[in-house]
């Protein structure tokens, strides 16, 4: 069947299969490789898009019933100012090593703090908001800090 998405600001039209993921959608036919495949069950977050502004690990996702839907990818959302931010944190904390589950990382950061569930920047919110996404080289700790960082500039410039 044919759907058609505004894919990182464009409309295409894909014809998928009733079975086919979201994720197989973005990497296989749309070649969007920001966008990992790591467990294919909805355990690792490193397929994580924005589905209509929201996170979505899209492994989970039949692209099927999503005509008309709004798709945003780590590669679209890190032009953004508040992308920016967030890879520049990260590779300035070295919360970045064999980088696999970054996009999925900076998608479930930036979700979070334009929802305000990161808000404050203290540990048991970072941790509440990436508790989906699995990073098995950094510990975690890199990733948290960059989190700060980001918060801190923009309490500094003095954004919402
Ligand atoms: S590949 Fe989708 S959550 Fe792991
Ligand atoms: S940096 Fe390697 S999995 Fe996260």
Redesign the pocket.
């Known amino acids: 069947m044919r759907v058609r998405l505004r894919v990182n600001g464009s409309w295409v039209e894909v014809d998928v299969e009733p079975h086919e993921t979201l994720l197989n959608v973005l990497r296989d036919r749309l070649r969007i490789r920001s966008v990992k495949y790591g467990c294919g069950i909805g355990e690792c977050g490193s397929c994580t898009v924005l589905l209509n502004g929201r996170p979505v690990t899209s492994c989970l996702v039949l692209a099927a019933g999503l005509d008309g839907t709004s798709i945003e990818t780590a590669d679209y959302l890190a032009k953004t100012e508040l992308g920016t931010r967030i890879v520049n944190a990260l590779l300035l904390e070295g919360a970045?090593?064999?980088?696999?589950?970054?996009p999925g990382f900076l998608v479930t950061i930036y979700a979070a703090l334009k929802s305000g569930m990161i808000r404050r920047g203290d540990s048991t919110e970072i941790a509440r908001a990436i508790s989906g996404n699995i990073?098995?080289?950094?510990g975690y700790i890199n990733i948290v800090k960059a989190v700060r960082r980001v918060v801190a500039e923009l309490v500094a410039i003095g954004a919402d």
């Not at 970045?96 to 970054?102: A, E, K, R, S, V």
């Not at 990073?135 to 950094?138: F, G």
């Open positions: 970045i090593q064999c980088g696999y589950c970054i990073c098995r080289c950094t």
